[in-house]
Antibody
Framework: QVTLRESGPALVKPTQTLTLTCTFSGFSLRTSGMCVNWIRQPPGKALEWLALIDWDDDKYYSTSLKTRLTISKDTSKSQVVLTMTNMDPVDTATYYC???????????WGQGTMVTVSS | EIVLTQSPGTLSLSPGERATLSCRASHSVSSSYLAWYQQKPGQPPRLLIYGASSRATGIPDRFSGSGSGTDFTLTISRLEPEDFAVYYCQQYGSSITFGQGTRLEIK
C-alpha cells in the first residue's frame, strides 16, 4: 500500500523558514521514473504546485516561488523535505505531498498539513 | 507557463443530471498530459482522469474525459450525490499547473 504523510510546524512567524517533511511508504525514490511533489492550497482557494524531486535527484520548482524553495530527499529514510524561506501570511495553506511517475498524473496524495503564518 | 482556465466557476445541477466541465489551456498541452481531480472538503484531491481520457483505478465509468490541444472536458454522465465536490484540471506536459477549479453544487 502506497502512503505519504506530511509533517511540520502548524504555526510559523513571518520571515521564518518553513521546513516540511513528506514520509512515504510502499514505493522507492530509487525506482526509475518516480517523483515526489509538493503542492499547497490556501483556505478556500485552488491548488498550487510548488516543487518536485525525481529518482535521479533532479529538482524542479514553481517559477514564481523558485527563489524561496529548496527540495531534497533522503532515500534511506523514504523522506522528501521542502524548505520555504521568508514566510508571509499569504503562505498560509494546507501543504500536500503527492507521488507521480514521469509523464503521469499524481496518483497518491498525503492528507496534507495546515501551516499558518502569523506573528 | 501554461495557464489553465476552468469553466464554469460553479455548476448547479441535480442528481441524475449530466455535468460538463471545461478546461482551456493557454498553450497546447503536449501529448494530452492533462488530468482531472475531485476534491471534497477536508480531503486531498483524488485522481479521476489522466492522459486526458483514461480513468484512474477504481473510478466509476460515469466519469469520462475528452479533448486535446487546448480544450479539454470532464463529463459526469449521471450525477450521484457523492459527486458534488470541487474539480480541478492539471497539465503535466510542460512543468505542472492546475486550473482554478469548478465547484459542482446541488441545485
Amino acid at each position: 500500500q502506497v502512503t505519504l504523510r506530511e509533517s511540520g510546524p502548524a504555526l510559523v512567524k513571518p520571515t521564518q523558514t518553513l521546513t516540511l517533511t513528506c514520509t512515504f511508504s510502499g514505493f522507492s525514490l530509487r525506482t526509475s521514473g518516480m517523483c515526489v511533489n509538493w503542492i499547497r492550497q490556501p483556505p478556500g482557494k485552488a491548488l498550487e504546485w510548488l516543487a518536485l524531486i525525481d529518482w535521479d535527484d533532479d529538482k524542479y520548482y514553481s517559477t514564481s516561488l523558485k527563489t524561496r524553495l529548496t527540495i531534497s530527499k533522503d532515500t534511506s529514510k523514504s523522506q522528501v523535505v521542502l524548505t520555504m524561506t521568508n514566510m508571509d501570511p499569504v503562505d498560509t495553506a494546507t501543504y500536500y505531498c503527492a507521488r507521480h511517475t514521469v509523464r503521469d498524473a499524481f496518483d497518491i496524495w498525503g492528507q496534507g498539513t495546515m501551516v499558518t503564518v502569523s506573528s | 507557463e501554461i495557464v489553465l482556465t476552468q469553466s464554469p466557476g460553479t455548476l448547479s445541477l441535480s442528481p441524475g443530471e449530466r455535468a460538463t466541465l471545461s478546461c482551456r489551456a493557454s498553450h497546447s498541452v503536449s501529448s494530452s498530459y492533462l488530468a482531472w481531480y475531485q476534491q471534497k472538503p477536508g480531503q486531498p484531491p483524488r485522481l479521476l482522469i489522466y492522459g486526458a481520457s483514461s480513468r484512474a483505478t477504481g473510478i466509476p465509468d460515469r466519469f469520462s474525459g475528452s479533448g486535446s490541444g487546448t480544450d479539454f472536458t470532464l463529463t459526469i454522465s449521471r450525477l450521484e450525490p457523492e459527486d458534488f465536490a470541487v474539480y480541478y484540471c492539471q497539465q503535466y506536459g510542460s512543468s505542472i499547473t492546475f486550473g482554478q477549479g469548478t465547484r459542482l453544487e446541488i441545485k
